[in-house]
């Protein structure tokens, strides 16, 4: 059991219009772990996402990732310091290639405005190492055969696995799932959970929200539960089974 | 003839330089910003001043400031003013506004600069507009024709100069990163892009291109007034642009070269049109429109479409070599995920 916490979530609150969705909740989320967030539909675990990615601007608390505080940061300035999060629907770039997509994520050299156009040399080599690096990827996705294609035309479940083998191109040290297995099929769903097993092992945290409980189990360690815009819980699946209040936010 | 056809190659550089500047924003990275006829509109006037000379005391045109630079200053300064102009338009409408909006801010900005123009008549001549614009280079030759030819060097160097700047920028990290900006907003932002300098930096680059475009064309006329600075000249320059194939610079040549060149110069060869300038005009709408929307309808994508991103070894790439340089978990075997792919198609 590892005890530093890499994501800390302070007593945040957000509110749209009359609609508190979500009130006064914190979380804290261990490095190398893979903690769960699970809840009814409209708990506030999306926007809870949002306010760590900086997506959504929470009213009151704060969040600290590795030891800053990203309070009020940009999402991008989020990504940057490592922290990449994917979407409950699946956010791929339609009219791009699989490898296309793929190299969007990382930082490169040639995204620079002179370099890309008077130093191709320069950003040339970087280029081909990342090239490399996703088609290695691609391959781990199962998804090398359609590195040309365009990403709008793959299923939902391949979408979902093309979202997080991007996300990994960006170098992440702790990725934030919304939902990764909705509209995935039972094969599918095996391969994530598998994924997402083996990258925690080599030693990627992961926040995880899902509705299907039995994936939640086979991933997480320790689970948040949601309802009506505060954590009701934390513990372990075979606990929180067991806890009245859980229930009783289920069952409403 | 010969002569016609270099008038008609002048305009095709001119025009070609505009409709790149459209598709740098609105075929690549997808942003309706229409203000590049107010740019090419900047560049006109900015070329015009910076090479008119001071306001004759007995003159009938009028204007608030003139100076005789030699060329190529009067260019460059033209294209400065559209990157500046460029650089306040991105930033008042950028940060905020998106899609339609941009459009009609960037409209109304262009309408309120005209209007501004037409009702100041002491500053850019009003709608007099302003003539005896100086020619650049126009010392190395008397004769009509070897100016027109010297022209046509001009313009050509200078739209082959932006036909590889934006060759260079789409076919980037660069402008890969515009694409992805243009395809999905908000999931670019969670990979560490800041869209807005991406939005930014396209909006200051068309600027410069389009005040270019304007320079060029208000320096071949030796005129330039706001009646030619009219939100009109956003149709045809979309048409092109989409006909051709947005984000394909290819395409937008091709596009260029059907709408303004076969289009809008070969109508007055039709019988009956050549005697009635009104009805070629009016047939010339016509086109625009009908193979704007058929095009959308039936080939959104043009007649080049945008080339999906190629590498140059695109080799036989064999995973099992790299698992072990990587920490990431040990490839399955190409073979093997065949075989899988074949089990998961019927899964959607
Ligand atoms: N952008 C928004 N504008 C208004 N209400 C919102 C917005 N996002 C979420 N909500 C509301 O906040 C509540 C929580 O939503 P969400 O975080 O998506 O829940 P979950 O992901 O747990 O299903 C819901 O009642 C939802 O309607
Ligand atoms: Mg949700």
Redesign the pocket.
């Known amino acids: 059991m590892t005890s530093d916490a890499i994501l800390e979530v302070e007593d945040v609150s957000c509110a ?2 009359g ?1 508190q ?2 009130d006064h909740a914190s979380l804290t989320i261990d490095r190398g772990s893979i903690t769960g967030l699970i ?12 306010i760590i990615s900086g997506h ?1 601007k929470g009213q009151e608390g704060r969040v600290v990732f590795a030891g800053q505080e990203t309070t009020g940061l940009a999402p991008y300035q989020v990504a940057r310091r490592g922290l990449i999060r994917t979407f ?1 629907l699946s956010s791929e770039f339609p009219n791009m290639t699989l490898l296309e997509n793929m190299l969007v994520a990382p930082r490169q050299v040639g995204t620079k405005f002179w370099n890309a156009m008077f130093r191709k040399s320069v950003w040339n080599r970087e280029e081909y190492a990342l090239l490399e690096k996703a088609r290695h990827l691609l391959v781990e996705f199962g998804l090398y055969k359609l590195a040309d294609e365009y990403a709008g035309n793959l299923s939902g479940g391949q979408k979902r696995l093309l979202e997080i083998a991007r996300a990994l191109m960006a170098d992440p040290t702790m990725l934030v799932l ?2 990764p297995m909705a509209g995935v099929s039972g094969v599918l769903i095996d391969r994530l959970v598998d994924h997402i097993l083996e990258l925690n092992r080599s030693g990627l945290t992961f926040l995880v ?1 899902e509705h299907d409980l039995e994936v939640i189990d086979r991933l997480c360690e320790n689970v948040y539960v ?1 309802a009506q ?1 505060s954590v009701l819980a934390y513990g372990p699946m075979y606990e929180l089974r067991q806890n009245e209040s859980v229930l009783e936010a289920y069952l409403d | 003839m010969t002569s016609f056809l270099i008038t008609m190659g002048i305009y095709f550089f001119i025009d070609l330089i505009l409709v790149l500047s459209a598709n740098l924003q609105l075929g690549l990275m997808g942003m309706a910003n229409l203000g590049f006829v107010l740019f090419l509109g900047i560049g006109a006037y900015a070329a015009t001043i910076f090479s008119i000379g001071p306001e004759p005391a007995n003159s009938l045109q009028q204007y608030f400031f003139g100076v005789a630079l030699p060329f190529p200053l009067p260019i460059i300064l033209a294209i400065i003013c559209g990157m500046i102009g460029g650089l306040l338009v991105g930033l008042v409408s950028l940060y905020r506004m998106r899609g339609h909006y941009l459009a009609i801010i960037t409209l109304a900005i262009l309408t309120i600069c005209s209007t501004l123009v037409e009702g100041y008549p002491r500053f850019l001549g009003g709608s007099n507009g302003l003539t005896g614009i100086v020619q650049p280079l126009s010392s190395l030759t008397s004769s009509y024709n070897g100016y027109q030819l010297i022209f046509l060097g001009l313009s050509g160097v200078l739209c082959l100069a932006v036909f590889i700047f934006c060759q260079r920028f789409i076919h980037s990290p660069l402008g890969r990163m515009a694409k992805a900006v243009r395809e999905n907003e908000t999931a670019v932002t969670t990979l560490g892009i800041n869209p807005f300098r991406v939005r930014l930096l396209a909006t200051v680059c068309g600027g410069g291109m389009a005040a270019l475009s304007g320079a060029l064309l208000a320096e071949y006329v030796t005129a330039w007034g706001i009646a030619p600075w009219s939100f009109t000249e956003i149709f045809p320059a979309t048409a092109a642009m989409i006909i051709g194939g947005r984000g394909n610079n290819w395409g937008v040549a091709l596009g260029t070269f059907m709408t303004y060149v076969v289009v809008g110069q070969g109508l007055p060869f039709l019988p009956g049109v050549s005697s009635n300038p009104e009805l070629g005009y009016a047939i010339q709408w016509i086109i625009y429109g009908v193979a704007l929307v058929a095009f959308l309808w039936f080939r959104p994508s043009g007649l080049l479409p945008e080339q999906k991103g190629r590498w140059k070894h695109a080799p036989e790439f064999v995973p099992a070599t790299m698992s072990s340089a990587s920490d990431l978990p040990a490839a399955p075997s190409v073979a093997e995920q065949v075989a899988e792919e074949g089990a998961h198609s019927h899964d959607q």
């Open positions: 749209f219009g609609v969705a979500v809840g009814p539909n409209g708990a506030g675990k999306s926007t809870m996402v949002n959504t409950q919304d939902e929200i949601m815009g």
